[in-house]
């Protein structure tokens, strides 16, 4: 089975690293593998102590879930069919945006996790780090 290197991890890592650098917003940059493992996490000068675990629990919910954490937010609300999801795996998933799979050949071998900033901003930062994948 395909999974992420640490080379991967590392390429992903950088260009979140330079998108985060060019908007101003200090970021934790999570990395896992296939199977939710972290692969490499980056805590930027400046970025909350307190957003390493959530960057790497999004990177981890959106592995466990194949689906970026955004989209898992937006189904998990009050009436949706994911609601309360963020009460299982003992607290570990993340409902916010910032959680993004990392695809190779169809198939979700990984996901990176950013968090530090608004929604938006790491949403944007992981977005980047995809790209690069």
């Known amino acids: 089975m395909s999974t992420v290197t640490l080379e991967d991890a590392r390429r992903v890592i950088a260009a979140a690293e330079k998108k985060a650098d060019e ?3 200090p970021m934790n940059i999570a990395v896992v593998d296939s199977g939710g493992n972290l692969v490499a996490h980056v805590r930027q000068d400046g970025a909350w102590i307190g957003s390493v675990n959530i960057s790497i629990n999004k ?14 937010g ?5 009436g949706q069919q994911f609601f309360g999801i963020q009460n299982t795996n003992g607290g570990k998933v993340a409902i916010f945006a910032g959680g993004i799979p990392l695809s190779r050949d169809g198939v979700v071998v990984g996901a990176v996790g950013v968090s530090g900033g ?3 901003q790491d949403h944007s930062v992981a977005e980047a780090g995809v790209a690069a994948f």
């Not at 990177?59 to 898992?72: G, H, N």
């Not at 937006?74 to 009050?78: A, G, H, I, K, T």
């Open 59 to 72: 990177a981890w919910t959106s592995k466990a879930f194949d689906i970026s954490t955004k989209d898992l």
């Open 23 to 25: 908007i101003g917003q």
């Open 74 to 78: 937006d189904n998990s609300q009050p």
């Open 118 to 120: 608004s929604g938006e």
